[in-house]
Nanobody
Framework: QVQLVESGGGLVQAGGSLRLSCAAS????????MGWFRQAPGKDREFVAA????????YYADSVKGRFTISRDNAKNTVYLQMNSLKPEDTAVYYC???????????????????WGQGTQVTVSS
């Protein structure tokens, strides 16, 4: 069992930055694919970013490419999402998720992820 706890959300003006953190319990964290998803009010949960267990490969939604950066520190059991040049349309609850199976073909699919955090709210004002 893995528990994930997100932090770092908040209110920021358009053009600003935030860094989200996701702290994981359990020694197997370093072997999991990790992802970030988000869900805005009235919308489906959508893929934001993901990276492989060793951090060698990263994946981004087109809407955040060039603005967001996902990274991990396996020694700290933590994955990060650095968000720059934020836009009002980035407003959502952001969730981190863990995939023990490391199925790269489904890395953008929420159903692939077994463990989820409780989410952290990000609000970008115009």
């Amino acid at each position: 069992q893995v528990q994930l706890v997100e932090s770092g959300g908040g209110l920021v003006q358009a053009g600003g930055s935030l860094r989200l953190s996701c702290a994981a319990s359990g020694r197997a964290f370093s072997s999991y694919t990790m992802g970030w998803f988000r869900q805005a009010p009235g919308k489906d949960r959508e893929f934001v970013a993901a990276l492989t267990w060793n951090g060698a490969s990263t994946y981004y939604a087109d809407s955040v490419k060039g603005r967001f950066t996902i990274s991990r520190d396996n020694a700290k059991n933590t994955v990060y999402l650095q968000m720059n040049s934020l836009k009002p349309e980035d407003t959502a609850v952001y969730y981190c998720a863990a995939d023990p199976s490391n199925t790269l073909g489904a890395i953008r699919m929420s159903v692939q992820y077994r463990y989820w955090g409780q989410g952290t709210q990000v609000t970008v004002s115009s």
